[in-house]
Nanobody
Framework: EEQLVESGGGLVQPGGSLRLSCAAS????????MGWFRQAPGKEREAVAQ???????TYADPVKGRFTISQDNAKNTLYLQMNTLKPGDTGTYYC?????????????WGQGTQVTVSS
């Protein structure tokens, strides 16, 4: 069974950092495009960052220069390093997987991990 499990969320003050992890199982992790999404209360889910199976990365404008997506194929784990966090980064963060290359439909989703940026 294909599964994505996020962890690492929590409460952090503005300007702080968090690293999210997404553990994948049940599919060939290295053959997939992996992405991070977030959803704030009352807002639609939005893409945050993605990493293609050739290692190329793409970021949403609001997080460029602050967030870094990476993956460890040996551990089947996706990461999102978030620095200089702002209250606007608050939301539930989800990881997702698309077979082959980025641009295809997202086939698998995790359950999400909550990130709250507040003083």
């Amino acid at each position: 069974e294909e599964q994505l499990v996020e962890s690492g969320g929590g409460l952090v003050q503005p300007g702080g950092s968090l690293r999210l992890s997404c553990a994948a199982s049940g599919f060939t992790f290295s053959s997939y495009c992996m992405g991070w999404f977030r959803q704030a209360p009352g807002k639609e889910r939005e893409a945050v960052a993605q990493i293609d199976n050739d290692g190329s990365t793409t970021y949403a404008d609001p997080v460029k220069g602050r967030f870094t997506i990476s993956q460890d194929n040996a551990k089947n784990t996706l990461y999102l390093q978030m620095n200089t966090l702002k209250p606007g980064d608050t939301g539930t963060y989800y990881c997702a997987a698309a077979w082959g290359y980025c641009g295809r439909s997202w086939a698998y989703w995790g359950q999400g991990t909550q990130v709250t940026v507040s003083s």
